[in-house]
């Protein structure tokens, strides 16, 4: 797989939980969404936002989701543009695996303290996840390109390069 279509993945991921950290905002503020993808007791929107447990340190978990996404694309696309200075790749995999901590931290949450899931969470985790992925196989290119990378060989004395 080329590294275009890696960070084309790591995009698509970003902007669809973007998205569904806005839709799981709009259902906050407008309980009437909460019905569209509350299923059953279990698997319920409403469930998870009517228990009092949907913030962290203080912050909704649904504006982590939002800053978190606009984040992992703002830092994609510093990576993107700036392919040959692996530290934007290094910060979008640091970026990246804090929020799938994050991620399950709050699955955590909704299963064992909470006893339902929120679909539209759940799906913006999924893909949280996937943007992870991604950004792991281009952290592992970007070490791979580096000319003090493992696979290069210590030039010798004399501008010689040794040979393994």
Same mark, same amino acid.
């Given at each position: 797989?080329?590294?275009?279509t890696v ?48 913030s962290t340190?203080?912050?909704?978990? /649904?504006?982590? @989701?939002?800053?978190?996404? *606009? ?7 510093? !990576?993107? $543009?700036? #392919?040959? =200075? ?38 913006? /985790?999924?893909? @949280?996840?996937?943007?992870? *992925? ?7 290119? !970007?070490? $791979?390109? #580096?000319? =003090?990378?493992?696979?290069?060989a210590p ?10």
């Open positions: 797989m080329r590294s275009r960070r084309s993945v790591v995009y698509f991921a970003g902007g669809l939980g973007l998205i569904l950290s806005l839709f799981a905002a709009a259902e906050v503020l407008d309980p009437a969404l909460q019905s569209i993808c509350s299923i059953n007791s279990f698997y319920s929107c409403g469930a998870v936002t009517r228990s009092g447990l949907t340190l203080g912050i909704p978990d /649904y504006l982590w @989701g939002i800053g978190g996404f *606009v984040l992992i694309l703002i830092v994609a696309g510093l !990576a993107e $543009r700036n #392919r040959g =200075d692996a530290r934007y790749t290094y910060a979008l995999l640091g970026l990246t695996t804090l929020g799938v901590a994050l991620a399950f931290y709050l699955l955590y949450v909704e299963l064992a303290r909470i006893h339902a899931l929120c679909p539209v969470c759940v799906s913006a /985790y999924f893909f @949280g996840g996937v943007a992870w *992925v991604g950004a792991i196989e281009l952290t592992r290119r !970007a070490v $791979r390109r #580096r000319p =003090d990378g493992p696979a290069a030039p010798s004395e004399g501008g010689v390069v040794a040979q393994p």
